[in-house]
């Protein structure tokens, strides 16, 4: 396959996981019905780079003018909405094709905006956004606090592989090899994670103190 | 009436009752002061189609460009901080206009998106976001899961119509015949769902299981 | 200082304390990692903005754009995450310096609005927006409703500190003068609502009762 195939072969491998997973996750935790699970699903695979694309002022995003994604995330929930409960081998299974969705959403969200014109630290973070970002408006949408914000290793290693194809872009690499190891780094640290039950830091939990001061 | 003003009469109206309906809906649900009442019945209103402009990258969306979308949102949120609780009948007649502006929505919603040159599949789903976008926001902001991924005949009727008004016009029917069709059918299902209290399907609920696997 | 330098500082001061006190605010209520701490009081602190500069169609919006608005917010929500829970002493001053957000965001925001061509109405709410937006966007991510909807006079000062730059300006005070009125009238109508604790209108409690129509 040639490069472009690589990652166009990804890309639609992580949306079909993505939707999947995220129509599965979202079954879990609320009743929902048949639009509900189908919206969810579409929703965790597209709104990540929906959202990058909306910052980038690139309208209307990929995910509207292109047919394939539309279709392969609606593929993906409405298999969640038969298979229903997965029986374990295949959440094992969902897990490694969610942390590929990660890696390669994260290092093509960041070269896009570089490709746009962002500095590196914007082009980081909206290749972070374009990984996290689904799954965060589904939690939203499900009345959950994302889970990115409280528990696991998932928006570092996103972080991390972004800032990889950014950096190493800007160290003369060209944008596959950078977006390759990138990738891999993210796909290895975010796996690590899942393995050895990794934690970001958090502070010691503490007594609930009623708000001293209103902030909105 | 010619059919311009057809249409912006219904528009109109669809806007002022989205904007009751969504501030008395808000107001039942959470305590609010008045700046909440206004604020939620004006995202009600102006939600789905501000959402709908920004994917587009029709900026500023046209609820910011013609003062009379924010005016008769605006006048239709002070008006449920007046009455507060409606009277049965008039609760009768908020359903009635509701199902309206869902139709309007959705058919207008959608003819844009072809308008400014989408496929068919991201054009109706547009007009759907149009149509149930405000009160999907308004239910995120007031802490709710949003009523349309969990029951009713909502989201239905409107991929339904926006579909309809697309297909109709890419056969060959002009755009006011295609639109007054979907607008019909639209409205036409959603009442026969509130008077039949018919339900999109969803899988029989099951025991609450411990989530086995995690998903960001 | 010049002019510009005044606004510059107020600006970053604004984004700061922002930052600041939204990481913690949202660590108050919900047990974050690191993570989560630093996302909450960037997206506090540039929240509003970008929002604004989306529906504006200023993309990538002005955080995006320069390195400082970024810089300076990660810096607030570092701090946050480092004192955890601020002496008493501290959290005064945050909330007058949160205040002076407030009103320099709301002016400088409707300000920005006006100058791409929009008319008063949506320019002030556009300056709310701007003020108000980014801690909304917090409450809504660590599932609370947002306090501007609930209590407190916190929209308003920032509705009338945007409607008098916007005003002022169009009855032909300089951009400078206009901005420094609205924003210590806002600066002082936000103090007088912390110092007395005064609140918008509301309905008195009623008993809950059962939704009786359906709306999404």
Redesign the interface.
């Given at each position: 396959m040639s490069e472009h195939q690589i990652l166009f072969t990804l890309d639609i491998l992580g949306t079909l996981t993505f939707a999947l997973?995220?129509a599965l996750?979202a079954?879990?935790?609320?009743?929902?019905?048949?639009?509900?699970v189908l919206?969810?699903g579409v929703v965790t695979a597209v709104g990540g780079g929906?959202t990058r694309d909306?910052?980038?002022?690139d309208?209307?995003?990929d995910a509207?003018?292109h047919?394939y994604y539309?279709?392969t995330a609606l593929g993906g929930a409405a298999i969640a909405w038969f298979i229903?409960?997965p029986p374990?081998a295949l959440?094992?299974t969902?897990?490694v094709f969610?942390a590929i969705g990660l890696s390669v959403f994260a290092v093509a969200g960041a070269q896009k905006a570089v490709g746009?014109g962002?500095?590196p630290?914007?082009a980081i973070?909206?290749g972070a956004i374009t990984a996290?970002g689904g799954?965060?408006i589904r939690?939203?949408?499900?009345?959950?606090?994302?889970?990115?914000?409280?528990?696991?290793l998932?928006?570092?290693p996103a972080l991390i592989g972004a800032a990889t194809a950014v950096l190493g872009g800007a160290a003369g690499l060209a944008p596959f090899p950078a977006a390759a190891l990138g990738a891999i780094l993210c796909f290895g640290i975010r796996m690590a994670g899942?393995r050895y039950r990794l934690?970001?830091?958090?502070?010691p939990?503490?007594a609930?103190?009623p708000?001293?001061?209103?902030?909105?």
């Open positions: 997973n995220g996750t079954s879990r935790r609320v009743r929902l019905d048949i639009v509900g919206t969810l929906m909306v910052l980038l002022g309208t209307p995003p509207l003018k047919w539309l279709a229903a409960r374990r959440a094992r969902i897990v969610d746009l962002l500095n630290a914007p973070l909206l996290v799954g965060t939690d939203v949408l499900i009345r959950e606090v994302p889970s990115v914000l409280t528990s696991d998932y928006a570092i899942v934690q970001a830091p958090s502070h939990p503490r609930p103190e708000p001293t001061s209103r902030q909105a």
